[in-house]
């Protein structure tokens, strides 16, 4: 039985912390954009591009009702808060039609403060944009393999000023697509034979089944980048082709419009790489927000320590790397560690403008040496010798 169809029979282990990564993303969000009493903005949104059935066989909770419990939990207290109403509203979207049935009952139960559609998300999309200025709408696209990835409506999706997108990248499939691709173009390459041009050898044809396979990944793939850039990647050797295709990708969601992508490995059972979680942001707060809810995911002891070890060296930049670059930018300067803007802190400046992880702080602080000001408590950090 192929992976996808056994998917909510009960969530694997990566599954778990996908979802606790949004758990957690979704706790902190709602309450950045919504805490401030008498801001005109009074409504947040989320849209679950790829919902599922809403939970496995077992009753654990899939995306939209993680979501959902998310928002509600936010609504009540960020509205008494205020004390004014706020809206923290799910959008689910599902393309098959009996797990939509069995998630449009579970949605149901929300007295229409969520709402669940069949379909898709290119489906809908326009429904959702004018909303886009006056409501941050947070995306998260889960599909199984790559055709559900559109460029052009995830393009679309990061169009609204404070949208923000988490994706499932399916490295794996993209990889099968190039190999699919490639297959029928070493077929249909002359070759020629080695005592010259007259006598060029045949390349034996493509099987029809071979070419039809083919065509569908040549289809997915340009739909997923929105042109044939993939097709750079068939060149390199195949041991370099996912990190090349994780790279290249990362940077579509940044000629989109984020300014902070953070591609995410996520390994499952027997060490083995899954596929990547891609969060795409224009906020430095964001960007800091999301890698915190990772490292409290990490930290849930859902997976083997293997394998979360493997994910944080998978993410991380060397400590080494962040640090010059912390150097280089504040170069002539004396700044404390923390703070409240990338600006005044290096902390939030390492968090929010390099690739930093959390987890690196402690040994960032130690490589930039930092000094005690003399009769105060504060360390701080002299860069003034950096040119
Ligand atoms: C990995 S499952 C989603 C699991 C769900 N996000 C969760 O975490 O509980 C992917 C789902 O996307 C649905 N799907 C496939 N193509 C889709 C599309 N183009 N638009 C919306 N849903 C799609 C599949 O039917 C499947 O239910």
């Given amino acids: 039985m192929v992976q996808s169809a056994r998917h909510f029979e009960s969530f694997e282990p990566h599954t778990l912390l996908k979802h606790a990564i949004l758990r957690a993303y979704e706790e902190r ?41 998310e928002a509600e939990k936010a609504r009540e207290q960020l509205s008494t808060m205020r004390g004014e109403p706020v809206e923290v509203q799910v959008v689910a979207i599902e393309k098959d039609r009996a797990r939509f049935a ?43 393999g790559m055709e559900p990835l559109q460029a052009e409506v995830v393009h679309r999706a990061l169009g609204g000023p404070q949208n923000e997108v988490l994706l499932l990248f399916a490295d794996q499939a993209a990889l099968r697509h190039i190999g699919a691709a490639a297959a029928v173009e070493v077929a249909d390459d002359p ?75 996520m390994i499952g059972k027997g060490s ?17 927000v999301m890698k915190d809810s990772v490292e409290r995911a990490w930290n849930g002891e859902l997976v083997a320590d293997k394998a979360v070890q493997m994910m944080r060296m998978g993410v991380a930049a060397p400590s080494t790397v962040i640090a010059q670059s912390i150097r280089t930018h504040f170069a002539g300067r004396r700044v404390a560690w923390t703070g409240d803007r990338s600006t005044d802190s290096v902390r939030v400046y390492a968090l929010q403008e390099t690739a930093a992880m959390p987890h690196q702080l402690e040994e960032i602080k130690q490589l930039l040496a930092p000094l005690r000001v003399p009769g105060e408590r504060a360390f701080v950090y002299d860069f003034r010798q950096v040119r």
């Fill in 102 to 144: 069995q998630l449009s009952q579970l949605v149901q139960e929300f007295h229409g403060r969520h709402t669940a559609h069949c379909g898709t998300l290119g489906d809908y999309i326009a429904r959702l944009e004018p909303d886009f200025g006056n409501t941050p709408t947070l995306f998260f696209i889960d599909p199984f």
């Fill in 29 to 69: 969000w709602a309450r950045v954009l919504l805490v401030r009493t008498g801001s005109p903005r009074r409504r947040v949104r989320i849209v679950d591009a790829c919902a599922g059935a809403g939970q496995d066989e077992s009753g654990n909770p899939g995306s939209p009702l993680i979501s959902i419990h």
């Fill in 191 to 265: 070759v020629l034979s080695l005592f010259g041009g007259e006598e060029a050898a045949q390349p034996p044809m493509p099987s029809k089944e071979l070419k039809l396979t083919a065509d569908a990944a040549i289809r997915i793939m340009t739909a997923a980048f929105g042109d044939e850039r993939w097709r750079r990647v068939m060149s390199l050797a195949p041991e370099r082709r996912r990190q090349a295709l994780v790279d290249l990708y990362g940077e579509l969601l940044k000629s989109m419009g984020a300014r902070h992508v953070l591609s995410l490995p």
């Fill in 272 to 288: 083995r790489l899954k596929y990547h979680l891609m969060f795409a942001t224009r906020s430095g707060k964001g960007y800091e």
